[in-house]
């Protein structure tokens, strides 16, 4: 199976190892990796602070890369929870509402 992994800014940042270790982990599991750079943040930060403007344009770039993906495993909760649940929100009444997961 293709997986798209999504390494978050802070992961990236903070604790690479966790990273290096998910990739590990998949190709033991027989997958193939793909773990696009232009990927570095779902737009948490902004949204958090209010700046949603902000927010969606770093997230549509997010929405755009992943579109075609076949399974996307990210390595932040919050950030899953970021493009789960509040994209939703973030998106609503806009272009991109129906490509929000």
């Known amino acids: 199976m293709r997986v798209t992994l999504f390494i978050p800014c802070f992961v990236d940042l903070?604790?690479?190892k966790v990273g290096i270790s998910i990739v590990q982990i998949l190709e033991r599991l027989g997958h193939t990796i793909e773990c696009?750079?232009?990927l570095a943040c779902c737009g948490q930060p902004p949204f958090n602070s209010g700046y949603w403007d902000e927010a969606r344009s770093v997230?549509?770039?997010v929405l755009e890369r992943l579109k075609d993906?076949?399974?996307?495993?990210?390595?932040?909760?919050?950030c899953g929870a970021m493009l789960k649940v509040f994209y939703?929100?973030?998106?609503?009444g806009t272009e991109h509402e129906q490509s929000a997961f």
Request: aromatic share 8%; hydrophobic share 55%.
């Open 69 to 78: 993906a076949e399974v996307v495993i990210i390595a932040s909760g919050s």
């Open 59 to 61: 997230a549509a770039r």
């Open 36 to 38: 696009p750079e232009e």
């Open 14 to 16: 903070m604790f690479p």
């Open 88 to 92: 939703r929100e973030l998106f609503a």
